[in-house]
């Protein structure tokens, strides 16, 4: 038995995110935070040979809550959430990263 689901690439991460939804155990409108945190990831390039990514940056912040539609303090609760399940990580010097890609920045 196949199991295939077609997606377009506007919207990969929010279904891949589902799938894992029965491990990480997100609410609907943590889904489309971590979905826009993804994106933001996985779009990011360097201006400057010496850039480090923190994805969870000041424009980076509007931007998630302009596209998740979610107000300040949903975001910094989804976040401590994200961080509590191990999903996101505060480096030692305030960036913040996707746990996945730790091994990048050593």
């Known amino acids: ?3 295939r689901k077609f997606v377009t690439r506007n919207n990969f991460t929010r279904v ?3 799938v894992l939804n029965g491990l990480l155990q997100l609410t609907p409108r943590e889904i489309d935070v971590f979905s826009v945190l993804m994106q933001i990831d996985l779009a990011w390039q360097p201006k ?3 850039d480090l990514k923190n994805i ?5 912040r509007r931007l998630i809550m302009k ?10 609760r989804a976040v401590k959430k994200f961080i509590s399940i191990g999903i996101v990580e505060i480096l030692p010097d305030g960036r913040y990263i996707i746990r ?3 091994a990048y920045y050593n």
């Not at 969870?56 to 980076?60: A, R, V």
């Not at 596209?67 to 975001?75: C, G, M, P, R, V």
């Open 48 to 50: 400057l040979p010496n």
């Open 67 to 76: 596209e998740a539609n979610i107000s300040k303090a949903n975001l910094t």
């Open 56 to 60: 969870m940056s000041t424009d980076n």
């Open 100 to 102: 996945a890609y730790e």
């Open 1 to 3: 038995m196949y199991l």
């Open 16 to 18: 891949y995110i589902t």
